[in-house]
Nanobody
Framework: QVQLVESGGGLAQTGGSLRLSCAAS????????MAWFRQAPGKDREFVTA????????WYADSAKDRFTVSRDFAKNTMDLQMNDLKPEDTAVYYC?????????WGQGTQVTVSS
């Protein structure tokens, strides 16, 4: 049974930082690219970033470039999202997802709120 469990959300001020983590179990971690998505109130879920199964390739939405960094720890089966220079428009529920791009599994989500 595949499980994706996010942690690390919370409240930050504009310009601040947060680090999210996703713990994966029940899948061969190195086989799949994994991704972060987010969904703001009243909006569709949108892609944020992804990393390949090898860790050699990453992809970022324009909104995340230069501010967010995705990483994976293949020993711990975790994927992190370091978010810097946060903006109010980053407020959303952030979801871990696998595999990417044909997502079959989602985490429960973690709330990120950025105050202005």
């Amino acid at each position: 049974q595949v499980q994706l469990v996010e942690s690390g959300g919370g409240l930050a001020q504009t310009g601040g930082s947060l680090r999210l983590s996703c713990a994966a179990s029940g899948l061969t971690f190195k086989t799949y690219a994994m991704a972060w998505f987010r969904q703001a109130p009243g909006k569709d879920r949108e892609f944020v970033t992804a990393m390949s199964g090898s860790g050699n390739s990453t992809w970022y939405a324009d909104s995340a470039k230069d501010r967010f960094t995705v990483s994976r720890d293949f020993a711990k089966n975790t994927m992190d999202l370091q978010m810097n220079d946060l903006k109010p428009e980053d407020t959303a529920v952030y979801y871990c997802a696998a595999p990417y791009p044909s997502v079959g599994y989602w985490g429960q989500g973690t709330q990120v709120t950025v105050s202005s």
